[in-house]
């Protein structure tokens, strides 16, 4: 059985904290300039120490995630969380919001590591595929309604009201949280293992049999990363805002829609009948992106890369934890997001040095290329050695 009420408690967690990360990650910057006068460049830094932030929380929880136990990391994740919410009332200035940002950052990659290997471990091992992608749909209607709530908030809300509401999410997911019901006795050796050593090893952090795939996912993160960071620039120059409002929704409704489909696919055929078709889906989803010239087609995009990006992130994730004991499931999990967020985070910074010379429309397909390179990156990595 999947739907436990475990599993929903913790799908719960990992919505409400995700809704107010997506959701900062817009209000954050224009906070930053309407209260403190900061420049565009200072602006974009706010909004991203808190992803730099979260890959602090992913790497360390990773390791130690065994050793102390999944509740007390998942509590003291909402504690940082929730503190940092609350800290936003007294950051007067910009360096000290820019450290609430981090530390709230380090809350929402502890939670996210957490509740993704707690779900793996509770869900029976023929019902992974479906398990994780339903669970998934939490992330995904997050990055669906955050930015979107984001934008209509700060139209009708004070900011500080703003902050109040994500606190609550913290201290609700707090209170929920204190009741879950983990069947240590399924995570004895877990613990043990984790245990056993105190001194730093990076393979305490990162699993290296997830590492190839994770290359794949990186790769594909830089392009994702690039579409959140540029499609609203995009659809400014086209004349396409009102379309574009749509377009993350549209993709989310894409995902909901297939997510069940390819969680019962994977769990009977394996990684390769997913993933190879949505890494198509990608590449033509970009396609159609920069060949776009009005709101069907922006909307058709959203589609594509939807059914694209969005089955192949959670097809991803479940291989990545095929590949390792249970042992590992959190070390694995720390390695798939460590390397998502980096992607993310570095894909606008390193491709948007192309767009004064380029324009939007062209990098668009570039991402269309970086989409077709993992086709054959994701066999020599990983699709080879798996039986579908």
Not at 166 to 185: D, E, N, Q, V, W
Not at 246 to 257: G, T
Not at 301 to 314: K, R, T, V, Y
Not at 339 to 345: A, E, N, T
Request: aromatic content about 12%.
């Amino acid at each position: 059985m999947i739907f436990t009420r475990d599993f929903i408690i913790i799908a719960m967690i990992n919505l409400m904290v995700m809704l107010a990360y997506y959701l900062l990650f817009i209000v954050s910057g224009p906070y930053a300039h309407e209260s403190f006068n900061a420049s565009p460049s200072a602006a974009g830094l706010v909004a991203g120490l808190m992803l730099i932030g979260c890959l602090a929380g992913r790497f360390t929880t990773g390791g130690i995630i065994h050793a102390v136990g999944f509740k007390k990391i998942l509590l003291g994740g909402i504690v940082i969380y929730t503190i940092s919410m609350l800290l936003y009332f007294v950051a007067h200035n910009l360096p000290a919001l820019m450290a609430v940002r981090f530390l709230s950052g380090v809350g929402v990659g502890c939670i996210g590591t957490v509740t993704a290997t707690l779900v793996a471990y509770i869900i029976p091992a023929h019902l992974s595929g479906r398990g994780i992608s339903y669970f998934s749909m939490s992330t995904i209607l997050a990055l669906a309604l955050g930015p979107f709530l984001g934008i209509k908030l700060m139209q009708y809300l004070p900011f500080w009201l703003i902050f109040l509401i994500c606190s609550l999410f913290g201290i609700i997911s707090f209170i929920i949280a204190i009741t879950l019901k983990i069947p240590h006795t399924d995570m004895q050796d877990s613990i043990q293992s984790g245990s056993a050593s105190s001194r730093f090893h990076l393979q305490n952090y990162i699993d290296r049999d997830v590492v190839p795939l994770a290359c794949v996912v990186l790769l594909i993160a830089i392009c994702y990363g690039c579409l959140q960071a540029f499609l609203s620039f995009y659809a400014k120059e086209l004349d396409l805002v009102h379309a574009a409002g749509y377009f993350f929704l549209i993709y989310a409704i894409a995902v909901f829609v297939l997510r069940p489909i390819t969680g019962k696919l994977f769990d009977r055929c394996g990684a390769n009948i997913i993933i190879y078709p949505a890494l198509v889906l990608a590449v033509c989803g970009f396609i159609v992106l920069g060949l776009t010239r009005s709101a069907s087609w922006l909307l058709l995009s959203g589609i594509l890369l939807g059914a694209g990006i969005g089955n192949f992130q959670s097809t991803a994730q479940v291989a990545s934890l095929k590949l390792v004991p249970k042992t590992r499931l959190g070390q694995a999990t720390s390695t798939f997001f460590i390397f998502l967020d980096l992607g993310i985070g570095i894909g606008p910074y390193l491709l948007g040095t192309l767009i004064p010379y380029l324009g939007y429309s062209k990098l668009f397909f570039i991402l269309a290329a970086i989409s077709a390179i993992c086709l054959p990156v994701y066999y020599v990595t990983h699709g080879k050695k798996v039986s579908t």
